[in-house]
């Protein structure tokens, strides 16, 4: 069995972590785990979209490509404000 680490070991380590996701390179992390993540989940709904046969004329395509990227930045912005309890 594997000793479990001391409380205060555990207390050293999320004050670390904190510290970091509330620097400047923390902060950047989240938004983007967060726009990479909103980026996926949209792109995924245009291509299910695509298995079903809708959405392969080219200004369509554009169209849908356009609204993934906006919304995936709009999304993300929710996100972070969501996790910040803002909204």
Not at 26 to 34: D, E, H, P, Q, R
């Amino acid at each position: 069995s594997t000793p479990k680490p001391s409380s205060a070991a555990s207390d050293v380590y999320k004050r670390q972590i904190q510290i970091f996701l509330q620097s400047f390179f923390g902060k950047f992390f989240i938004v983007f785990l967060s726009w990479s993540f909103s980026f996926h989940i949209l792109n995924e709904i245009r291509h299910l979209a695509w298995d079903m046969g809708y959405g392969f004329d080219l200004k369509i395509s554009q169209i849908t490509g356009i609204i993934t990227i906006f919304g995936s930045f709009i999304f993300a912005i929710l996100i972070y404000l969501f996790g910040r309890n803002i909204i």
